[in-house]
């Protein structure tokens, strides 16, 4: 069964700062991988996806992430943040297109002035 | 492109009557349409999977019978939550699905479900 761990519940940024979140999976085939970020109260937007090729995906909002299948990760990245990135982060893994996801714990980003 | 809308965002009801949310695929036909729940501060978990013209697959401990799905067409699922309680209180969310990686894997806005 795939499984998705984001290792940080929380994490504290400066506004300005770089900002990296955790993905580990677990997934026996090459899988199909997610980042979504939700605000309160809100739907899920997705942020990118891999699904093969170039392991350095960009997404949108200037987020990037990195397939690195010896790790088993697809770590979350933005060289700069915003107040407005102040949210929570879901990693996902799915099997193949059209298939359901898998969700990590989420991680919460709080963005400090 | 690959636009979900998911009707209503919020709803209240009184314990014992039952809510219909909707979840459908503007722009692209869904061969499947997904529906997680989420409770406070908590990650989404897949209640059930539907494919349209056929009977909805459930998650291992979601109750089929209170948690009616319908996928009519390959525009618009259904969830009906019956005989609602106070502990089917929840955010409630859809996605869509087809064969191809360019679509799907986008979220409706998610329904707020309070039931009191």
């Known amino acids: 069964a795939q499984s998705v761990t984001q290792p940080d519940i929380h994490i504290t940024v400066s506004e300005g700062a770089s900002l990296e979140l955790r993905c580990n999976y677990s997934y026996g085939a090459t899988p199909y991988l997610f980042w979504y970020v939700q605000s309160p109260g809100q739907g899920l937007q997705l942020l990118l996806k891999y699904f093969s090729g170039d392991t350095l995906v960009q997404g949108i909002k200037g987020f990037e992430a990195e397939f690195k299948r010896s790790q088993s990760s697809f770590n979350l990245r933005k060289p700069s943040v915003h107040w407005s990135d102040a949210a929570e982060y879901f990693c996902?893994?799915?099997?193949?297109?059209?298939?359901?996801?898998?969700f990590g714990g989420g991680t919460r980003v709080l963005v400090k002035p | 492109g690959a636009v979900v809308s998911q009707h209503p965002s919020r709803v209240i009801c009184k314990s014992g009557t039952s809510v219909k949310i909707e979840c459908r695929s503007l722009?692209?036909?869904?061969?499947?349409m997904f529906w997680y729940r989420q409770f406070p501060k908590q990650s989404l978990m897949l209640m059930a999977t539907?494919?349209?013209?056929?009977?909805?697959?459930?998650e291992q401990g979601v109750e089929k019978d209170k948690f009616l799905i319908n996928h009519a067409s390959l525009t618009l699922s259904t969830l009906t939550v019956t005989s609602a309680h106070p502990e089917d209180s929840s955010f409630y969310i859809c996605?869509?699905?087809?064969?191809?990686?360019?679509?799907?894997?986008?979220f409706g806005s998610g329904t707020r479900l309070t039931v009191v």
């Open positions: 722009d692209f036909q869904a061969t499947t």
């Open positions: 996902a893994v799915g099997q193949a297109a059209g298939n359901k996801l898998t």
């Open positions: 539907s494919n349209e013209g056929s009977k909805a697959t459930y």
């Open positions: 996605s869509a699905g087809t064969a191809s990686p360019n679509y799907g894997y986008t």
